[in-house]
């Protein structure tokens, strides 16, 4: 070897990276450098008006650190058994979602420093993330998605609790056993536990629907579904039950003690009209609630169905074993839109479930989606999508209200990210729905949040007096679609409560109803080691003059 080879390496190494990081672009160089004695100076007010002189003390960040230290030292790891568990799906809530979001929070209470807002289910002692692509897609929808985190087997896209041997629409291999998956739903109803399902979505949409259904196409809600569907064999209008169907027909749906969410129109016939005068959609003629109500169960089993939110505050949940709730003909309305005499909020339906599942001895699981957070970010409603965020962290907080962490496992995740950024250079304070940033290219303002796609894309334009603040204001987009994307990047999952810990890390998406499985002792978990049941170490780690005595203690004898 010649004996300046490495070090002749070394240095192009660093002449190539030197060369890349000094790259230009039509003559200018590129640095992270504002050279602009207004904005510097605006900085500079905003900082004095926005957050707490001690952040300026290089103590309060040594403090803030060291605080969270000991917290984080004096956590303990919760083994035995989950009793109780509930499983929370923001839709959409990518991690860009949940920055945006909990500064939001803080700006609607008019908090300074609201970038330091932690949304409920954030201050969760473990975190980790999850990878959420499809078998046949690196970005994922809500079906292949709700396949892996609520059965334990990834599928394909626009498929519903079958394996990947069923591509879309191939309603003859969704129909064969050998294909098909078991929800945890069903392993959880097996072991003895109270079900039940929460959604501000039609109760037969794709998240959903992963707790009960398998099939090859998740728009086939109901019968007219299938037969409007141009690339579905016609065959599968006959030999393939539509998702709605499946609910009441097949044993995890009907065995379920609670559903809530919208969807009315697919459980009643075409040639009727609901209390809101919306017609159902149903062309086989049945009235599929009336079938639910019907259902037989175990012996005097309490029952009740309600259609809007006076109808299930005056349910007695200490006596219904059994609760239906569809409060829309479709999808559920925005939280900041909806009419809050009719509809109740994901909080109310949340709660009302989790009083109705505790009645059981043996515990009960939960899973509750926050759907309209994706909903929102598809047609770039951005604010819509933060206040729908900021509604689940409240569903979350109530949940952990009414439960113990000493028995209950709580999660809290989302399916797949959307394709919202917060960029640009803000100042603290900046108005998270507003257009603080100017180009320099073209000197017009550009807002903090905008999308990669979207029906919003247009030619860029002076929004200054676009009014940001209103919910239905669509941020900017830059390629032009009828529907923005999902995002195909890992998102977060937050747990608290037995076995918590385990979901900590990096992971595939199915991963996540293993852990279930194994925390609750249902399902395939259930026959898996029991680890550290009594293990001592549970205890907290103690810190401080304490530690400190009994390491000099130690250190003494040893000498």
Known sequence: MRPYGVPCAFALSIATVALIFGATTDGIEIRHTDNNAENIAARKRASNENISPEENNKQFWYDTGNNLLRKKLNSKRQYGVAKNVIFFIGDGMSIATLTSARIYMGQQQNNTGSEKEMLSFEKFPFTGLSKTYCVDSQVADSACSATAYLTGVKGNIETIGVSGAVSNRDCLASNNHANQVVSSMLWAQRAGKRTGVVTNMRVTHATPAGAYANVAQRNW?????????????????????????????????????????????????????????YQGERCDGRDLIKEWLKINRTSGASRAYVSNRSQLKSVDTSETDYLLGLFASSHMSYNILANKSEEPTLVEMTEAAIKVLSKGDAGFYLFVEGGLIDWAHHVNLAQLALDETVMLSKAVGRAAELTSSEDTLIVVTSDHSHTMTINGYPNRGSDILGHPNIASADKMPYSTLSYANGPSAK??????????????????????????????????????????????????????????????????????????????????????????????LIAFLLW
Not at 242 to 255: H, S, V, W, Y
Not at 480 to 501: I, M, Q, R
Not at 516 to 521: L, M, T
């Open 459 to 552: 030619a860029r334009y002076n929004l200054t007096n676009d009014k940001t603040d209103q919910p239905k204001y669509q941020f900017p987009s830059m390629v032009n679609l009828t529907w923005e994307t999902h995002g195909g990047e890992d998102v977060a999952v937050f747990a608290s409560g037995p076995w918590a810990h385990l979901f900590v890390g990096n992971y595939e998406q199915n991963y996540i109803p293993h852990v279930i499985s194994y925390a609750a002792q249902m399902g395939p978990g259930a026959e898996l080691e029991r680890k550290h049941e009594d293990d001592s170490s549970s205890a907290k780690i103690l810190i401080g003059p304490s530690m400190a005595v009994f390491t000099a």
């Open 221 to 277: 809600e109901c019968d007219h579904d299938v037969m409007i569907d141009e690339l579905a064999d016609k065959s599968c209008a006959t030999t393939s039950p539509d998702i709605a169907r499946q609910l009441i027909e097949k044993e995890t749906g009907q065995n379920l003690n609670v559903v809530m969410g919208g969807g009315r129109a697919k459980f009643f016939p075409n040639t009727n009209k609901d209390q809101q005068n």
